[in-house]
């Protein structure tokens, strides 16, 4: 079992590494976009603190992750103001992140199941793929 400390330790290397690279890529994207992806580092790491102290991923954690992906996306889109139909472009690709992240983790773990002969990806793994893909879009998922 791991200790608060060392859990506390691991989270903010995450954090600094996450950021490092954020701000290293930043230059290519918009303020709002940054402020997404760094509302979903904060996610990330509270999803990874759980997951360490309780062995799961919680449900009440990762599906509203996957809305608030959706409705970053959008608010990302209405913030360039280029029109209605960026907005639902951005929103279909966020659902279109969600898809392919959590069908495509399933289709591996399906496959992965069948080669090994014991389940090797968990329902909560395939969740946690499908919020990280209401985020950041299908392609960026993939």
């Not at 590494?17 to 290519?28: D, I, P, Q």
């Not at 992750?65 to 960026?86: D, H, K, P, Q």
């Not at 472009?89 to 069908?103: E, M, P, R, T, V």
Request: proline content about 1%; overall charge positive; aromatic content about 12%.
């Amino acid at each position: 079992m791991m200790g608060k400390s060392k859990i506390l330790a691991l989270l903010i290397g995450m954090g600094v590494l996450s950021l490092y690279f954020l701000f290293k890529t930043a230059g290519n994207l918009q303020v709002m976009e940054v402020v997404g992806y760094i509302f979903l580092l904060g996610l990330l790491i509270k999803i990874t603190e759980s997951n360490i102290r309780l062995h799961i991923y919680e449900d009440k954690l990762t599906f509203p992750t996957m809305g608030l992906g959706v409705l970053a996306n959008s608010l990302i889109a209405f913030n360039a103001c280029e029109g209605y139909s960026i907005i639902f472009q951005k929103i279909g690709l966020s659902i279109a992140g969600i898809l392919i992240g959590g069908f495509g983790l399933y289709l591996t773990g399906v496959v992965a199941d069948f080669i090994f002969k014991k389940e090797s990806i968990g329902g909560g793994d395939i969740k946690l793929v499908a919020a990280m893909g209401a985020f950041v879009g299908p392609f960026i998922v993939w």
